[in-house]
């Protein structure tokens, strides 16, 4: 099932929303970082600058075959080898890898979909004991220029309520990522 006010506008125009190689930093992806797996890949805008800084493979998963087509095409582009983008239903089917195998996931601009337990258990079974799932997500304590209606969008307090019911751990307080996110880690208890 396609995810709530999750629909994408226009590539360039989404990619000045972020500061992406800040975002990646504040989770530590680095080339000793092994496998990432992705929920809803988009564009890619965080796929090929994840894959081209780690070693190890980027499981990029979406929904939308559009969204794939564009993540492999960006990959091929940057000569990018390490991103393996396939068409799947997360919620429905899980992540497609081996429970467990993944060093972290990444959630980003997802959680404000229907079943955030579930997404977050899922990605909790997919990541290695002490393994990080990494969220972001769009403020609702100023305006923002994109992002889910306020009535859906979460806030800080209700993704680290969900974190816990689904077993993960909080690794420091939720963190400020400018100039309209912010962000979580989260890990598999050891
Ligand atoms: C708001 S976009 C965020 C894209 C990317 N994470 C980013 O931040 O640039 C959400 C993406 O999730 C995808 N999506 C929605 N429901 C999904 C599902 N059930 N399984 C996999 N992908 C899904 C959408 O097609 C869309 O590309």
Redesign the pocket.
Do not use: H, Q
């Given at each position: 099932?396609?995810?709530r006010e999750?629909g994408?506008p226009a590539q360039d125009y989404?990619e000045t929303l972020f500061d992406v190689p800040r975002i990646l930093d504040a989770f530590g992806f680095d080339a000793a970082t092994g496998d990432v797996a992705e929920?809803?890949?988009?564009?890619g805008?965080?796929t090929v600058p994840l894959a081209q800084r780690i070693r190890s493979r980027v499981f990029a998963?979406?929904?939308?075959s559009e969204?794939v087509a564009a993540t492999r095409q960006r990959a091929t582009a940057a000569g990018v080898r390490n991103v393996e983008a396939d068409v799947?239903?997360?919620?429905a089917e899980g992540f497609g890898v081996p429970l467990g195998s993944c060093d972290a996931v990444l959630l980003?601009?997802?959680l404000h979909?229907e079943e955030p337990v579930t997404l977050l258990r899922r990605a909790s079974e997919t990541v290695r004991p002490g393994g990080l799932v990494a969220v972001i997500h769009w403020r609702s304590d100023i305006v923002t220029p994109r992002g889910p209606s306020l009535a859906i969008r979460p806030r800080p307090a209700e993704i680290a309520a969900w974190a816990a019911s689904a077993g993960l751990a909080a690794d420091g307080e939720s963190f400020l990522l400018p100039p309209w996110h912010y962000g979580h880690k989260l890990r598999r208890p050891g």
């Open positions: 099932m396609k995810l999750s994408m989404w929920l809803g890949c988009g564009y805008t965080f998963l979406d929904l939308d969204m799947r239903d997360v919620l980003f601009n997802i979909g």
